[in-house]
């Protein structure tokens, strides 16, 4: 049966509004061409296939459902009360082959030494071998050569595939003028990594478990919709705030620019960190108070991420709003503006033909920056302890657990290292994108490129 | 006398091998100027740029040779540019509110260049900065030296700009574009102050314009470029008297004056083409109505004449042509003769709608009398209001249908103001507007609404005014739709149809947006969305000032035209004096919110009373040149916040008496048409025969 949280509601939402606006610009050739800057750019482009891929496991985690179970209640289907999404599907065996606890990357062992009774009655104490990881290895002296063949095969069936797609692509892409080499390579590594790293999960935990035994690669690729909810959903929340009121405030001034400036001054001298903080709590208590709300834990974890994008909306929203306004203040002293004025054309009307188009670009510019801000937010919510839901994966809550054992000898440092990479590849990919994006509405350095 | 530069065979490109600057070569001789004459996009300031090596990222000379002094500058090290830069050859910018750095003091940033070039430090420094702001004409020139750029006027910025070039002692001066941002007569300030520095120095000047008029006050030697390239190189009394290239001979024709009063100006067809688009034939050819065949196969090669004309244009490469030429050239002066076949672009048939210079009975369509636009100045945490800025101050003027009305002032004067505080843009402080019998201050939102469609409002720049993000139909339709003109649709289209070719533009260029459009495209846009609505009236605020000679031509006479043919008044809002001589009825001069002087064209241009009509008209570079005798304004306009006690020009003024600074003089009558605001004209004065000197 599927199931469609909040989260995943919205984030239908935003797909839509996403394609939506593509196909809009696809029909407008001018508001085409910054985009087709930014498509000539190797770096762009290669950061942009690096997002999309995490973006593709985002989706497919976002689409959630109840399997049903096997046994009936009175002719009823029963579901199970466990919410599943699609990827946990791919990624059965990563999620359901839980070891007892600690184990490094592709160990065979647990990390720490246990009592084991052996059959003659003696206690050892030894590293006891993992239940899922390496178990098919009846020999540990050849788990190196055993981890090499499994590599390289994967890395080799990564790579055909990864050619197969190239062959496929290139034509498409040496068409549009994109820039094929860069894509390719990428292409290759991409394949070649994730080629690998299948192989390799299948037997191994490959970047090891956690406390409770739940592989790390695991829990990493499930912070990503997290992180990418955090990222985009709050994006929902800031844009009609900081659009509406930060282009009021500039076409109208007086009074109401005074009003808005003072909200949105007040709103930032206030700290964010506490101003998060209380609202979390209060939202906490309301959701623990009211269990009934909720048939799933999931949907409760859900509802709480929910809100701590709300939260984390309604607290961001200045900074774009002051920018809008500044931009706003130009625009509206613009010759075409006093034009409308003169047919006497309405204020909204102004507003929204002549004023919104014109500030699109600053939104776009400031949304893509904003997003690996709001990723790393959340690591820093979690961290504190007012962020999602401990039952929730995402990278905060991955530090967080990960943060105690730093001090522990010998050191677990597995789940922090994982967390820290796949949070720089994700927010270092977005803001190369980000980087080349602005360049391309710059419209000074549009300017020296049509003189040149 | 030797050469101080000699440039040859420059060329300056984009990394992606398209051309701005093509195969230029000429030389200045010491303590000459030379000008290079040309349109925007022509690769005048690159030239200017390349000989400093200044040049913009992704800009790079790709051969040629420059020697300065006998310095082959593209040999130079880059700190031994440095040297150079400020040094031998120092540059002047357009823009003077943007070449001074705004935290450094005056005295700071020519005491820099001091140190510099001169090595000279602290007292003599400071001594030397004082007396360079002294010889530039900055009064009071030690007070100056401490201030900020933000407390000079534009004039002033220029000024102190040309004493930080001056204070390296350079043998070549380059000045690009030095007075297009300023008034006239500024501008006339500036232009003397580098001929008085010229002669006293002996340097050796590059000018970069745009304006034939300063080029025939300024240059010795004149260098037309056009597309990248020299077409024309001659002496200025050659280039005056017998243009050889048709380019050349097209700008001047171009240029609007009284004399052409009744018939189109010869405009250039088109726009300058795209960098690097042509690469065989000559560059001109498109909008050349000479051209023949050869013209665009085959790159005509520079040619010389006997008396060291040189020109870039296959009428004078071989002999029969050079005959031809001869025959063109025998008329002496330029003659408008051979630009008749011009197509000026607009679907009227213009030889027949201009003869009709009189129109019929012109009854008053806007009346406006006494009216008043104030700016409040508040000061303080409670706002109080402790002034009041007086943008327009008790104006009267009326336009009858059909006619033109010449609104004419330096920057400042409020003449902007008040075209918007007609159109009820900005709100008047107290006055009467009405249109046709009907007032239209105090009208609720809604009544106004009906009275938009009857006047409206052609902008300056046309890159501004047009919503980059709406297509030509889109902006059209704006303005019906906001005043429900032709609910629908299908007639809606047919008229933005109309529009288009009313304008002359191609209908298809309605789904189109506006940066496809070059700015005098942009310009015929604008016009159109201004028509869409029917008007009786358009308030054309300075619609040619951001556009080229030859572009500003073709919008004149598309304005005259849709006059004659669509009966429009015109109020039109302008500094530049030739093109008010070309098309308006009536002028009104405006000083400081008020209008000092107004009557017919002819009364106020031939015979101007006040004296500082007298001051802007002598303030003019004229082609011909000679024989006006030059009123120079002493300072700048004061601010309206506070403007001088009794007559507002007292201060500058020439012929100024105890009369004058105790009260403001009212109006008198010279003729029935004929009104100016200047005590000499009072009774009492006429007879002790204090009458300015009149103009020739």
């Not at chain 1, 098919?136 to 055909?160: F, K, N, V, Y």
Request: charged fraction near 20%; proline fraction near 5%; hydrophobic fraction near 45%.
């Amino acid at each position: 049966m599927p199931v469609i949280l909040w989260s995943d509601a919205l984030v239908f939402l935003l797909l839509a509004a996403g394609i939506a606006c593509a196909w809009y610009v696809r029909q407008r050739e001018h508001l085409l061409l910054p985009w087709r800057r930014v498509a000539q750019s190797a770096t762009a482009m290669v950061s942009l296939l690096v997002v999309s891929l995490f973006l593709l496991v985002g989706l497919l985690d976002t689409l959630h459902f109840q399997a049903a179970l096997s046994e009936k209640n009175s002719g009823e289907t029963v579901y199970s009360p466990e919410v599943l999404s699609v990827f946990d599907l791919l990624v059965t065996p990563l999620r359901t082959q839980t070891e007892k606890t600690y184990s490094a990357p592709l160990a065979v062992t647990l990390y720490a030494k246990e009592s084991i009774e052996m059959p003659d009655g003696k206690v050892l104490r030894e590293y006891p071998r993992l239940r899922y990881g390496g178990a098919h290895l009846t020999d540990t002296q050849r788990q190196d050569s055993d981890i090499l063949w499994r590599g390289l095969t994967g890395a080799l069936a990564g790579l055909l595939a990864g050619l197969l797609i190239a062959l496929v692509g290139k034509r498409w892409l040496a068409q549009r003028g994109w820039p094929l080499r860069a894509l390719l390579i990428a292409t290759l590594i991409i394949a070649a990594i994730i080629g690998m790293t299948a192989k390799l999960a299948a037997a191994y935990h490959v970047l090891g478990t956690d406390k409770v035994g739940q592989d790390v690669l695991y829990l990493s690729l499930k912070s990503i919709r997290t992180g990418l909810i955090i990222g985009t959903v709050t994006t929902l929340v800031t844009l009609p705030l900081a659009l509406l009121l930060g282009i009021a405030a500039g076409y109208w001034r007086g009074r109401v620019d005074d009003v808005i400036q003072y909200i949105y001054t007040v709103l930032s001298s206030i700290p964010s960190v506490l101003l998060i903080a209380a609202a979390v709590l209060m939202m906490q208590v309301t959701i623990d108070t009211h269990p009934q709300w909720f048939d799933t834990s999931a949907s409760r974890a859900d509802l709480r991420l929910v809100f701590l994008c709300l939260i984390l909306g309604v607290t961001s929203w200045t900074g774009l709003c002051r920018l809008l306004r500044g931009e706003t203040l130009k625009l509206r002293e613009m010759e075409y503006i006093q034009a409308a004025q003169a047919f006497g054309v309405s204020s909204l009307r102004i507003l929204t033909r002549h004023i919104m188009p014109n500030v699109m670009h600053i939104v776009l510019i400031s949304l893509v920056m904003d997003f690996s801000g709001l990723v790393l937010a959340e690591a820093v919510l979690s961290y504190v302890g007012v962020g999602v839901d401990p039952s929730m994966i995402s990278f905060g809550t991955m530090i967080n657990g990960a943060r105690l054992e730093m001090g522990r000898e010998p050191m677990v440092w597995w789940a922090l290292a994982s967390a820290f990479g796949f949070m720089l590849v994700l927010v270092l990919a977005a803001n190369l994108f980000a980087d080349t994006v602005r360049d391309a509405f710059d419209p000074r350095l549009n300017r020296t490129e049509m003189v040149a | 006398m030797g050469d101080i530069l000699r440039v040859s065979g420059l060329i300056t490109q984009l990394r992606n091998g398209a051309r701005i600057v093509d195969d230029i070569s000429f030389s200045i001789r010491a303590g000459e100027t030379f000008a290079l004459l040309g349109e925007s996009g022509c690769g005048k300031s690159v030239t200017a740029l390349s000989l400093l090596r200044l040049l913009p990222d992704g800009v790079v000379r790709a051969g040629g040779t420059a020697q300065l002094d006998g310095v082959e500058l593209f040999g130079l090290h880059e700190r031994e540019m440095r040297a150079v830069r400020g040094g031998t050859a120092a540059m002047i910018f357009q823009e003077p509110g943007l070449s001074l750095n705004p935290v450094m003091t005056a005295g700071e940033q020519i005491a820099e260049v001091l140190d510099l070039h001169q090595g000279m430090r602290g007292k003599a420094a400071r001594q030397r900065c004082v007396e360079l702001l002294d010889q530039v004409g900055i009064p009071d020139a030690a007070r100056r030296e401490t201030e900020y750029p933000m407390q000079l006027s534009g004039g002033m910025k220029q000024r102190v700009m040309i004493a930080m070039a001056l204070a390296g002692q350079p043998k070549l001066l380059v000045a690009d574009e030095p007075t297009t941002a300023l008034d006239v007569t500024t501008q006339a300030q500036v232009l003397q102050l580098l001929r008085d520095t010229q002669t006293a120095s002996g340097m050796s000047l590059l000018l970069i314009t745009h304006d034939l008029g300063v080029v025939a006050e300024m240059a010795h030697q004149v260098g037309v470029m056009y597309a990248g390239q020299i077409v024309e190189q001659a002496s200025r009394a050659q280039l005056l008297a017998r243009p050889l290239h048709p380019y050349t001979q097209k700008l001047f024709a171009a240029l609007p004056d009284a004399t052409r009063h009744n018939q189109p100006l010869a405009a250039i067809p088109g726009s300058v083409p795209p960098l690097g688009s042509i690469t065989r034939g000559c560059r001109f050819a498109a909008r050349c109505d000479q051209a023949w065949a050869l013209c665009s196969e085959q790159t005509p090669d520079w040619t010389v004449l006997e008396d060291g004309q040189g020109v870039r244009c296959h009428l004078y490469q071989d002999q029969g042509a050079r005959g031809k030429a001869q025959e063109i050239g025998s008329g002496g002066k330029v003659n408008v003769g051979w630009v008749e076949r011009s197509d000026t672009h607009h679907s009227l048939n213009a030889g027949d709608g201009y003869r009709c210079a009189q129109p019929i009975l012109p009854t008053s369509l806007l009346q406006v009398s006494d009216l008043q636009v104030y700016f409040p100045i508040r000061k303080g945490v409670l706002q109080r209001v402790v002034g009041q800025v007086k943008a327009v101050d008790g104006v009267s003027l009326e336009i009858p249908q059909g006619r033109t009305l010449a609104l004419v002032g330096e920057s400042g004067c409020g003449k902007t103001t008040l075209g918007k505080a007609l159109l009820q843009l900005i709100p008047p402080t107290a006055g009467s507007v009405q249109f046709a019998g009907r007032e239209l201050i105090g009208l609720a939102a809604r009544e106004l609404r009906e009275q938009r469609a009857t006047m409206q409002m052609v902008f300056q720049d046309p890159y501004a005014s047009l919503n980059p993000k709406m297509r030509v139909a889109e902006i059209l339709e704006e303005g019906m739709t906001a005043l429900n003109i032709q609910s629908n649709s299908a007639a809606r289209q047919a008229h933005i149809d109309t529009l288009l070719d009313q304008v002359g533009l191609a209908r298809t260029s309605k789904w189109r947006y506006p940066h496809e459009f070059s700015g005098g495209q942009r310009q015929r846009i604008a016009i159109a969305r201004a028509l869409a609505v029917s008007p009786q009236l358009l308030i054309c605020d300075e619609p040619t000032s951001a556009l080229d000679v030859s572009v500003q031509a073709q919008i004149l006479n598309l304005l005259k035209s849709l006059q004659q043919e669509l009966n429009l008044s015109y109020l039109f809002i302008t500094h530049n004096l030739a093109v008010v001589e070309y098309l308006a009825h009536e002028v009104c001069v405006m000083y400081l919110g008020r209008i000092v002087e107004r009557g017919t064209a002819a009364e106020v241009l031939r015979a101007p009373k006040h004296p500082y009509t007298q001051a802007l008209l002598s303030a003019v570079p004229r082609i011909d040149g000679q024989g006006v005798e030059r009123i120079r304004l002493e300072g700048d306009l004061p601010s309206p916040a506070n403007p001088p006690p009794g007559c507002h020009f007292a201060p500058r003024c020439s012929h100024v008496n105890e009369t004058c600074r105790a009260s403001y003089p009212p109006a008198t009558s010279q003729s029935a048409t004929h009104i100016v605001h200047c005590h000499l004209y009072d009774d009492g004065l006429d007879n002790k025969g204090q009458k300015p000197i009149a103009l020739s």
